[in-house]
């Protein structure tokens, strides 16, 4: 059985916590990530996705109530050793800025991976290499950081995060701000990681990715986990998501309107692909 990377149960957490301005962002949170598989959290603006898995590598640690598991280390204790932690999971902010700070792109991308003594050349292919996986070629390391566009900003943040070849990345809204051939890329980029063994949690609210990509997904609606499954099973129930305030996906929206004007398809549709699939079979008969 395949173990489990990152096991949240029951967290609650509340910004400025005994002040006049508090304010509730998780009251029953739980999800679970299996090693080597890409997991999903999905949910409305609002729901409290940041900050849920801001407990993966120990930005929020359970205070009064709940459990954060990942990798064997519950970061709940205050023994646990946040650092060593860090260097084994990735994390890639929501708002890439925020964790940006060198100002030039190949410095920025070197600060992780040089404080773990790497050799000038190793510490110079790993920089290179992980550019080249987000789309940036060895031109962008001289460019100041801050003249970037947002989309190349998010790309300079997620290169810094996998110079550090972490066993378990962590992508909030990863594709937000990118152009089409961008978000290819970066779709790629995790298709490849997963083959290559890296485990990956990602944010989004676009289904179809999600239904692209993702082996698992976990549904937040205001601060409850509502659902959690395969992906197959939990994106096919569209009461389910429209309670939660989320749409089907694009194939699916058009799998249901072709039925409601008398060719019926499956009602487990969910890709372009399954779409494709389902239409020919339909051909067939």
């Known amino acids: 059985m395949t173990a489990d990377v990152i096991r949240f149960e029951h967290l609650a957490w509340t910004f400025g916590s005994g002040t ?4 509730l962002a998780l009251q029953d949170a739980s999800l679970c990530v299996r090693q080597g598989e890409v997991s999903a959290l999905i949910g409305p603006s609002g729901a409290g996705k940041s900050t849920l898995v801001a407990f993966a590598n120990g930005l929020h640690r359970p205070r009064r109530t709940g459990q954060a598991l990942v990798l064997g280390c519950d970061t709940g204790d205050p023994a646990a050793d946040l650092g060593a932690l860090r260097a084994r999971v990735g994390l890639v902010l929501q708002y890439p800025q925020l964790q940006l700070f060198e100002r030039f792109v190949g ?6 991976p040089r404080q773990l003594g790497l050799s000038r050349p190793e510490l110079r292919s790993r920089v290179l ?21 947002g989309g190349e900003m998010r790309r300079v943040a997620l290169a810094g995060v996998l110079a550090m070849q972490p066993e378990v990345l962590v992508l909030d809204e990863a594709t937000a701000g990118l152009d089409p051939a961008g978000r290819q890329k970066i ?3 995790i298709r490849t990681l997963r083959a290559n063994g890296t485990t990956i949690l990602m944010v989004s609210n676009d289904l179809d990715q999600v239904a692209e990509l993702a082996d698992s997904v976990t549904i937040l609606s205001q601060g409850r986990t509502v659902a959690s499954g395969p992906v197959r099973t939990v994106l096919a129930d569209r009461e389910m998501l429209l309670a939660a305030g989320l749409a089907p996906t694009h194939a699916a929206a058009v799998a ?16 372009a692909s399954d779409l494709e699939e389902a239409l020919w079979q339909k051909l067939r008969r």
């Open 20 to 23: 006049l301005d508090a304010q």
């Open 129 to 149: 290499n992980a550019m080249s996986l987000v789309g940036l070629g060895e031109e962008y390391v001289d460019r100041r950081t801050f003249s970037l566009s």
């Open 256 to 271: 249901e309107e072709i039925s409601a004007h008398g060719v019926s398809l499956p009602g487990d549709v969910l890709t």
């Open 187 to 189: 779709h790629e980029l």
């Open 107 to 112: 410095d920025d991308v070197a600060y992780g």
